[in-house]
């Protein structure tokens, strides 16, 4: 059982828009702490997507955008591709025994 | 440009220890602490830790505490992360990533390409 709730799957048609949201606590993401997201691909490095909630690291495409409200954050993917079928994963510190670092149990994104 | 390579995949019989290595290149290796994570089948990405390259210091979280040993050789600039006592649940590929900040508090990037470890009688 993750400490951070994710969606098993999420799934939507190339060209739409598909969010995947990382729901927390008061003990992390409730805290005030930062959410980081990050991409699996199979056979490939674990990738970051978006750190401290909302920044993109240089290279990665500005149709990955991220924000976080609450004990909530959210990943958005806007006109999706092919290639962006992949696992996504959120991060954060948690201030129990879990901790400090916590991840979502992973989404599974399918391009349609 | 900053690379993590680990080693490759092994295959244990429950009761016996793993050591995975994890060979850090393009930045200063003690400048920042290294992180190992893994995945087990199935399952979401779970930290096992932190070791900090420089004064070798480690933690870990409660569940890995009596099983995992993280060290590091500075000379060969890699990283190290032994779990002993395997059994089934530890099947898993495991990761190192690097802090992007000199203190374990950063995110993690980069990350290794992974390194299998199956546990089988």
């Known amino acids: 059982q993750s400490v951070l709730t994710q969606p098993p799957s999420v799934s939507g048609a190339p060209g739409q828009r598909v969010t995947i949201s990382c729901t927390g606590s008061s003990s992390n993401i409730g805290a005030g702490y930062d959410v980081h997201w990050y991409q699996l691909l199979p056979g490939t490095a674990p990738k970051l997507l978006i750190y401290a909630n909302r920044k993109r690291p240089a290279g990665v495409s500005d149709r990955f955008s991220g924000s976080k409200s609450g004990t909530s954050a959210s990943l958005a993917i806007s006109g999706l591709q092919a290639e962006d079928e992949a696992d996504y994963y959120c991060q954060s510190y948690d201030t129990t025994l879990s901790g400090p670092w916590v991840f979502g149990g992973g989404t599974k994104l399918t391009v349609l | 440009q900053v690379q993590l390579v680990q080693s490759g995949a092994e295959v244990k019989k429950p009761g016996a220890s793993v050591k995975v290595s994890c060979k850090a290149s393009g930045y200063t290796f003690t400048g920042y602490y290294m992180h190992w994570v893994r995945q087990a089948p199935g399952q979401g990405l779970e930290w096992m830790g932190w070791?900090?390259?420089?004064?070798?210091?480690?933690y870990c979280p409660q569940n890995f505490q009596d099983r995992v040993t993280m060290t590091r050789d500075t000379s060969i600039t890699t990283a190290y992360m032994e779990l002993s006592s395997l059994t089934s649940d530890d099947t898993a590929l495991y990761y190192c990533?690097?802090?992007?900040?000199?203190?374990?508090?950063?995110?993690?990037?980069?990350w290794g390409q992974g390194s299998l470890v199956t546990v089988s009688s």
């Open positions: 990533a690097r802090s992007i900040t000199p203190d374990p508090w950063g995110w993690f990037d980069p």
């Open positions: 070791i900090n390259p420089n004064s070798g210091g480690t």
